[in-house]
């Protein structure tokens, strides 16, 4: 009797050479857009004047447990980030399949400046239609504790994106450690938070929201 060798069967790997044998297909983006962009060094820096602590506060509006968040001039915001939301209106057209013909127009920017212990909560943003938070600044402190995390989720100081509910091969979670210079642009109603962190320093983001019109 001969006995039969156990066999796995899998997808072949040299698919580029095979790519006559393959079946027509097509797959669907699914779910948000979740766009990020890198702002220049010079950009950066002009972002970074506008924060303040001596502006008004806005914590009384927000959902952050945190101490210092403050009024930053839409206007001067808009106009440094302006040449960016066009690359934001390429990926909409990527992601969406259709052109985003309508004028884009800041309604309120604040200024984060977070320290140990404080954080965002799960949360979105109303009355507007996408989002945005920028990273100013990112204390070399909180750089070497994030390294030291060995956990499963986005660790300290990270920011994170929440989508739907949970299940099998679907991707509605992800997370990101900033690095200063990153833009994330996003739906408003996208679920999104902040982890706490212990090390000493402040990590300052500038966050944004903007109507279609």
């Not at 009797?1 to 698919?15: A, C, H, Y």
């Not at 200063?180 to 962190?197: K, M, S």
Request: hydrophobic share 35%; charged share 20%.
């Amino acid at each position: 009797m001969i006995k039969e060798k156990n066999t796995l069967m899998t997808t072949p790997l040299d698919l580029p050479k095979n790519i006559n044998k393959i079946h027509p297909y097509k797959f669907f983006y699914w779910g948000p857009l979740l766009c990020q962009i890198k702002l220049s060094s010079t950009d950066l820096k002009k972002c970074a004047k506008l924060c303040s602590k001596k502006s008004s506060s806005v914590t009384d509006v927000l959902a952050g447990v945190i101490k210092h968040e403050h009024h930053v001039s839409s206007p001067k915001y808009f106009k440094i980030l302006e040449p960016y939301l066009r690359s934001f209106r390429h990926s909409y057209f990527q992601w969406y399949g259709k052109v985003l013909s309508k004028e884009m127009t800041f309604s309120q920017s604040w200024v984060n400046f977070m320290v140990a212990g404080e954080f965002n909560p799960p949360h979105i943003h109303d009355r507007c239609d996408f989002s945005t938070v920028l990273f100013v600044k990112i204390p070399e402190k909180l750089k070497e504790e994030h390294k030291k995390f060995d956990g499963t989720g986005g660790g300290p100081g990270s920011i994170s994106f929440s989508y739907g509910e949970s299940q099998s091969y679907s991707i509605g979670h992800t997370s990101f450690f900033p690095q200063p210079g990153d833009l994330y642009l996003f739906p408003a109603t996208l679920t999104h938070f902040v982890a706490p962190f212990m090390c000493k320093g402040e990590r300052i983001s500038i966050s944004a929201n903007f109507k279609l019109e």
